[in-house]
């Protein structure tokens, strides 16, 4: 696709994903979406804490509203909430501008349908080729969109909607959460301050440049580290729009998605809530693999992007799945992933077992995993894997490891870089392999 990535349209603000780009979006998205909706139709729109957010949201609902359809503004709000209101009030669309866990430069624009999931392949080329050759017949007089502020209503029942999934009390548990400068800030305090937690919130003071730098979960070592001295018995972390969530233990042990997934999906099973078993992405670690085999749960895996993991999840109606990154889609209360959810239903888990963060990251047994990122441009990053001297490396890689590790190379859906990944059950040789097969990507472009 021309615009569309892994997870929406991504760029540069006002470099690559300019106003000019955003209005023709938001024209195209109200087309494509509500051209044959009678009455008026309504879109959501939500933001991350960047910078540009304000002014890709402005003109993204000029654009929207040039095509007849009325916005809602939500303001600074995590990805799944946008998509749980726009289910929860009858939308025809939800979008969100934000640029996840990118530095604050970035931004992006990812729209939900009115079913609350991310749109099929099919409909993304729609909009694409409306992008490019907008609708003449844009409309004037009253039949032009109007704006309506939602922003307070939205975040209270959003917060009241992730309280509601948890049963009974959560009780003797002190927590630090790190909002990484995002949306989690407008929403954290709603949440965690009434669950019953003993939390401390840190990196909640946004300021439009902050988001994620030197915090959240793209840097969870200080976190790691704030717990042991802290005294806590978990640290929570969530990326700029809080759609994914990492942990630390009481020990400073990095709670990465598999483990979250494996631990959650096994105490669903013993709550007989779990429906089928679980989804993963080529990117789970082996670990999880076999922790899920011992416990009688099947795993299914899919390609990077929880946007298929979900689709899988739908066509065998499993009801969790995620990402080793953090993405967790919990079915029974969200559309999408969602950090937030993913933390209150940990902390649930705890403390109706009265265990310590340490049992997860004891349960299961991590492979030794080493990601490099390579810079490709975009235009030849799909290509890259397939060329002579990287499948040379990779094979020599199989042949070594066998059964007990493997290599993936692919590119990002989000970035102008390839990700070289190997995992096995000798770090040094995970180590030497992965700068490798590195080395080959870099000599191949």
């Known amino acids: 696709m021309k615009y569309f990535g892994t997870d929406g349209i991504r760029g540069v603000a006002n470099a ?29 729109i939500g933001r991350d804490t960047r910078i540009s957010g304000n002014m890709l949201e402005c003109a993204l609902a000029a654009g929207i509203c040039a095509a007849g359809a009325d916005v809602y503004f939500l303001g600074v709000l995590p990805t799944p909430a946008i998509a749980y209101l726009t289910v929860k009030h009858n939308a025809q669309a939800g979008v969100v501008i934000s640029a996840s866990h990118n530095p604050y430069e970035h931004n992006g624009i ?38 309506t502020n939602f922003e307070h209503e939205g975040a209270e029942e959003y917060a009241q909607h992730i309280l509601s999934s948890v049963k009974g009390e959560v009780k003797g548990i002190k927590a630090i959460i790190d909002c990484a400068n995002g949306a989690s800030s407008k929403t954290a305090q709603l949440i965690f301050g009434k669950l019953g937690v003993d939390c401390t919130l840190i990196h909640n003071t946004p300021d439009g440049v902050n988001i994620n730098e030197n915090c959240g979960s793209t840097h969870i070592d200080k976190l790691a580290v704030m717990v042991k001295e802290g005294g806590y018995d978990i640290g929570i972390a969530f990326d700029g729009d809080a759609d994914r969530c990492l942990m630390v233990d009481e020990n400073g042990n990095i709670i990465d998605g598999d ?26 670690n082996l670990g999880l693999h076999v922790f899920l085999k011992e416990n009688g749960i099947d795993i299914l895996t899919t390609k990077v992007g929880d946007r298929y993991v979900l689709e899988e999840m739908i066509k065998k109606g499993y009801n969790i799945g995620g990402e080793q990154s953090g993405h967790m889609i919990v079915s029974d209360f969200a559309t999408t992933g969602d950090g937030q959810l ?9 403390s109706s077992m ?92």
Do not use: H, W
């Open 16 to 44: 690559e994903l300019t106003p000019d780009l955003a209005y023709r979006t938001g024209l195209a998205m109200a087309t494509a979406l509500l051209g044959n909706t009678e009455g008026r139709c309504k879109v959501f």
């Open 110 to 147: 990812k729209i939900f349908g009115g079913n609350g999931f991310k749109l099929s392949d099919e409909t993304e080329n729609l909009i694409e080729e409306l992008i490019d050759n907008p609708p003449a017949n844009v409309k004037t007089g009253g039949d032009i969109g109007i704006t």
């Open 259 to 284: 483990i979250i997934m494996g631990t959650l999906a096994k105490y669903m099973k013993e709550q007989g809530v779990l429906k089928g078993g679980v989804v993963a992405t080529v990117m789970s």
């Open 342 to 350: 993913t933390a209150v239903k940990v902390l649930e888990m705890l």
């Open 354 to 445: 009265n265990a310590k963060p340490s049992a997860m990251t004891d349960s299961i047994q991590i492979y030794p995993q080493i990601m490099i990122n390579v810079n490709v441009p975009n235009d030849i990053k799909k290509t890259v894997a397939q060329l002579p001297a990287v499948l040379e490396v990779a094979k020599e890689i199989e042949e070594v490891f066998q059964d007990k590790g493997r290599v993936l190379i692919r590119p990002s859906g989000t970035e102008a870089k390839v990700r070289v990944m190997v995992e096995g059950n000798d770090l040094e040789k995970v180590k030497m392999f992965a700068e490798k097969a590195a080395e080959a990507v870099r000599k191949s472009i």
